[in-house]
């Protein structure tokens, strides 16, 4: 069609309005299709989060608290869980593995989690993805330690490293447990997890480092040097919490209402998958306001195309009197206007794309090996294609309002040229 | 859509109107006063009419209604044997395409083509004009060349420069070659040589005369310039022939 042409002539003529509005379009994509897949992203990072896991058990709470301190360290448990209610559930026939998790200390800043080597067989993130170290291995003498990725990039500790824990959550001066230091044995990889922020030490460490303490202080006048603890039973009392996989997925609603009808002390088992979509639901409503954001910088994008638009008509005007002398009808000058708004957008959310992938294609191996998020650079996914389809409707909408001016314009001009 | 003014030979219709107006009147607006009120005008088929009148006199007017731009509200028009007055919006658009050529005072040519593209734009527009063009040339744009080689426009390196560098008078050539492209019936001229320098302006006239003459056009001819009158077959005073006195002198 020969109108089309002449709208793709026209839109080479005046190149650096069309090619800023293009950008404008292009970089409007970008952004609302980067934000769409940042969004899925981070939702499937956080559904990722704990993955292979059956049951969280703790002391009785609601399921979000028990979520937010067993896997993502935050906040700290209303009470424990005995030691002996951990071995009880372990036993039950359905139970396939547990893993304690003691919590309460923290080393400059980042949390310490008291677990044993189990931790490292059975911990699943991100679809069934495994723990796995980057240097060294896990630990198996009482004063050493595991530390997750960021720990180790962020406080520059090698293998062999000596560290302090500190007593609470709060790492200061005078509540460090100095006279037991640990070793660096290892350092996870990246998996964009809370893991990534743990400091790992056994179960029997954390009750070594506390023998000559009570009440969170040391005991006056008592020092039980490293050496000496070692020959102390360090059977924990009690535990913060314990993740549960079952031999079969079948009996996770039998298991969950024993331990929650548990008669020695009142407990709660949580599914994980459960809690984190309650928790996503209140920390999601934030999640809402991206996308609104970039749908609206798409349609000053496109209102930027409007303007160019609209302002080309009127120095167009000679140029459409020129077509309806040669018997372009108004039909053909509304096309031809229609032609260059379908071509703006098309061509924008092409650009966009290119954009928004060269962009994901150099980030990927950044990201990768930082967060350990995999980016996956599929095509558009449906939804996505929604979006874009819904963004070229709204350009096409735009460039009716232009094009319609034209149409009137050319039908009142005729052939006298107006400028 | 059907045509029946395929181009014949020229000579079966001398002497026949090409344009024949009868009982005319016309006002833009149906409360405006009446611009234009022709009882009688008729053009022959091949002549070379010279339209004189004072602005305000009708003539922009009258030159759209010939085209097929504007209707009149009564009375008879007829071009090339058609009724104009009865064809709807977009078959005038057609007819025009396809019969006629329409040259304007000045910026005639669409900046963003080459020269050869603003010439052969006719034939992406009508069929007819396109299979005239290919029966005198092998390709649209070998008959561009021709017309424009005629009007002495291929010297150098003008067909290469952007339209926008030539002069006035190249562009007005280069106009001319685009209205004579696929040879329609009637040419009509909207004061093409008011923008020329005053020894341009005859030889251009006479440029259109004698390719208006090799493709068998009728040309109709405005201009303010009474010096280029003697050239024309025949002269008509839009101010005589029209019966309307326009009050404001607005032009359309």
Redesign the interface.
Known sequence: MPILRLAWMSLLNRRLTGGLTLVSIALSVMLLIGVERLRVDARESFANTISGTDLIVGARSGGVQLLLYSVFRIGNATNNMSWKSYLDIASMPSVAWTIPLSLGDSHRGYRVLGTNPDYFTHYRFSRDRGLTFTQGQAFDDLFQTVLGAEVAEALGYQLDDAIVIAHGANDVGYARHEDKPFQVVGIMEHTGTPVDRTVHVSLEAIEAIHIDWQSGAPIPGLSISAERARKFDLTPQAITAALIGLKSRIATFKVQRAVNGYTEEPLSAILPGVALSELWGIIGIAENALPIVSAFVVLFGLLGMLIALLTSLNERRREMAILRSVGARPSHIFTLVMGEAAALTLAGIGLGLTLLYGLLLLAQPIVESRYGIHIALSGPTRHEGLLLGIVLLTGLVVGMLPSYRAYKQSLADGLSIRV | MKEKHERGSHSSRAGENVVAIRDLSFRWQPQAPIVLNIDRLGIDNGERVFIEGPSGSGK?TL??LL?G??VPQKGELRVLDRRLDQLS??QR??F???HIG?I??M???????TMVDNVT??C???KIRRDNALRRSNTLDAEAMRLLDHLDMTRGDMLHRPVTALSVGQQQRVAAA?VLMGAPELLIA?EPTSSLDADLREAFVRLLFQECEQAGSTLVFVSHDASLEKLFDRTIRLAEVNAARPESTQE?
């Open positions: 922009s030159l759209s085209a731009v504007s919006s977009v658009d057609y025009r395409a396809h329409y304007f005072q910026f005639n040519l669409i900046p963003y083509l734009l006719p992406q527009f009508s685009r909207d359309h």
